[in-house]
């Protein structure tokens, strides 16, 4: 018995609904064949993939049921254009997007029915033409107007890219710099993510006017003409600034009674894991980490996430990190002074098991100092280095 043409398109509707493979088969073409979404992180594929499935779902019913795009359905394409335009996608690439997916159930369609009818298969065709000729203008339109948006309302809108760099939304450095473009900035790279909060925990929420006021005070510790932005993340300001920023950034902190870290090696398409890297340094450091005046860098927030058992680099270059030059052939001698004296426990025990004068092994101590920033007579920067100095020793 031959079924009819609207059983067919619902059996084969049910099929592919209920079968996760053509999800996936979309969002592996997509990935595949247009290159911002190749440049995703694992972080912003589940989205890509609810996306995937909801546009499955209903173009198979309007397929099934002859039917069309409905209010419904146009204000989810305009929010999904809407949040693009936010983090910098551009609408062209969204598009693509959608055309690609459509090749791959048009595809599946033709695999589960071979046999199709050339009515069935015109409905299908409308359809998919019909729906991307309605959304494509749909979303044009309303990237337009939130791009507009964002641009007239400058402070929203520099506070919303640094929001999409701190959660990831951003596919390349090359969408970054188009959307960048468009707001007419210029980002600082190499780059200061500075992640501050008040000594008081107890204290208020962070107000966007304390990050501003002190985006303000570090910024004029600055000649350049990159634009730096400040937003706020629960009871912290997140300020991403120029690198060199961060010679004043522990003084300026220390007046307000604030303390930080301070992350300075990472890209800009990885502002997200400096943050990460920052926020849970704040998280987990002792109270004697935080000595006046001084901030958390990048060795303190990967010696802290080594230690929390999660660490976002290997543990040689962690080394590296902290110990600087000492790590090379020329930091030999001080890396041993270094040794000596984390093992003694004293300059005078460790000069005479070196056979040297006390003197000369503070000498030492000093140009570790001078040389790693780090001062081996602190508690909490004489365990840092002693980290550094195991993983070295055993390299």
Known sequence: MTSKPVEVRERVR???????????????????????YAALDDSRLPEVRAIAAWGLERL?????????????????????????AAD????????????????VLTDEIAARAPQLAAAEAFALARMLLT??????????????????????????????????????????????????????????????????????????????????GLLDALDGTSASDVTSLATVRGSRAVLLLPAGVVVEAGAVLGKLAWRGCAITGESLDRVAV????????????????????????????????????????APDHIGRLVLGQLAGQGGRHLLEALTAYIDTGSANAAARELHLHAQSLRYRLRRIHELTGRDPRDPWQRLTLDIARTIALKV
């Open 131 to 212: 729906t991307l000729d309605t959304l494509s203008e749909e979303m044009a339109t309303a990237y337009a107007a939130t791009s507009e948006d964002l641009a007239g309302d400058r402070d929203r809108a520099l506070r919303l890219l640094l929001d999409d760099l701190i959660a990831g939304r951003h596919a390349s450095v090359g969408a970054l710099t188009d959307r960048s473009a468009r707001l007419g900035v210029q980002l600082p790279d190499p780059y200061c993510l500075l992640v501050a909060e008040s000594v008081d925990t107890d204290g208020p929420e962070m107000s966007h006017d304390a990050a501003t």
């Open 14 to 36: 049910q099929e592919m609904v209920a079968d996760p493979r053509v999800v996936e088969a979309i969002v592996a073409a997509v990935h595949e064949q247009v290159p911002v």
């Open 274 to 313: 400096a943050h990460r890297l920052a926020a849970d340094a704040l998280d987990t450091a002792p109270a004697h980490a935080h000595r006046p005046g001084r901030l958390l860098t990048d060795a303190d927030a990967h010696v802290l996430a080594l230690l929390a058992g999660h660490p976002a680099a």
């Open 60 to 84: 198979l019913h309007l397929w099934a049921t002859d039917g069309t795009l409905g209010p419904s359905d146009l204000r989810r394409f305009r929010g999904i254009a809407a949040a693009r």
């Open 88 to 103: 910098g996608r551009p609408v062209q690439a969204v598009l693509r997007a959608y055309r690609v997916a459509g090749t």
